[in-house]
């Protein structure tokens, strides 16, 4: 199985970004896929999930303002990001479960700041 970030990068705040998983070895068309991100000096925090049937959850932080989704013909997850705040900066790594394994995408650094 693997992951692979990509999308981050330097923007302002209010602006948007969108950043992308490409998964192998599972499907992202049943498998719950999950965007995590970790700033300097915190923990890592969940930020957003999507399940086989498209159900999504959000941390409270980003209601409103991040959309997570998947296109399951290219087997991949998107988190839109829109309205970013300095808070959101952080790196940002997608996840899945698949088989009692836990895999992780390499990263992809947001930093939002003018």
């Known amino acids: 199985v693997q992951l692979q970030a990509c999308g981050g990068g330097l923007v302002q705040p209010g602006g948007p970004l969108r950043l992308s998983c490409a998964a192998s070895g599972i499907l992202v068309r049943i498998n719950t896929m999950a965007w995590y991100r970790q700033a300097p000096g915190k923990q890592r925090e969940l930020v957003a999930t999507i399940t086989s049937g498209r159900n999504t959850n959000y941390t409270d932080s980003v209601k409103g303002r991040f959309t997570i989704s998947k296109d399951n013909v290219k087997n991949t997850v998107y988190l839109q990001m829109n309205s970013l705040k300095p808070e959101d900066t952080a790196v940002y790594y997608c996840?899945?479960?698949?088989?009692?394994?836990?895999?992780w995408g390499q990263g992809t650094q947001v930093t939002v700041s003018s």
């Open positions: 996840r899945t479960s698949y088989r009692l394994g836990v895999y």
